[in-house]
């Protein structure tokens, strides 16, 4: 991974929060011309300070905003962005990694927004499981394993929210280690059980990346909040 890094001032950025949208937009493009310049797709971004977007294909621009963008060679599918609104562009240092266009990283900094520790947004698109671009030498199973690393390293640094399209059903399984199967699954000694609300889920199906993506949320600590936070509390589908 190579950075790109930001100067920082000393002005901190007092918020009583910090929202943060995830899209899939599937291409930029569409019949009436570029998405981003039709208001109705504008008005989307306004509330939001930092959105992630996926299947962006190329570069992206919005206006109030400082992109960076990791593009897939073949320009025809995938690809991810992560769009900052300029007041916040000075506490932010893009990561952006050049061997991998299916994630994409950027650290907040703690003293900028007022934080207990560095924040890192981790952006991620996994090609679907049956995709045509698949392959056994390039496939979801090992960018899951790749991200997986990743987050683990980042994990040393601070606080990690790992978003994005990871084409992963994880069916109604929770995410989380409860504290009374600690003893019967062998772990560090260090490690502290979720005590998280019950994940509620409507899809009943765990597919082969759900799978892989549980095993990352469990080994990295992770909490899944779709199905138990306000907004999602039912765990709906996800389209």
Known sequence: MTKNKQKHTKTSIIKNSIKILSWNIQSPSSIDGSKFEIESFQNVFKDHDIACLQEIRREVHLIGYRSICNIRKDGKSGGVGILIKNELIEGIEFIKNTECSDYLVCRLNKDFFNLPEDTFIVNVYIRPFNSSASNATDNGKD??????????????????????????????????????????????????????????????????YGTHFLNLVKHNQLTILNGRTLGDLVGNFTS
């Open 143 to 208: 960018a899951l394993k790749n991200i997986e690393d990743v987050v683990n390293e980042l994990r040393e640094e601070g606080e990690v929210i790992l978003c994005g399209d990871f084409n992963s059903r994880t069916g109604q399984k929770t995410g989380m280690i409860r504290e009374y199967l600690t003893d019967f699954v062998p772990l560090p000694d260090d490690y502290e059980p979720d005590t998280f609300l019950p994940r509620n889920s409507l899809d009943s199906i765990t597919n082969t």
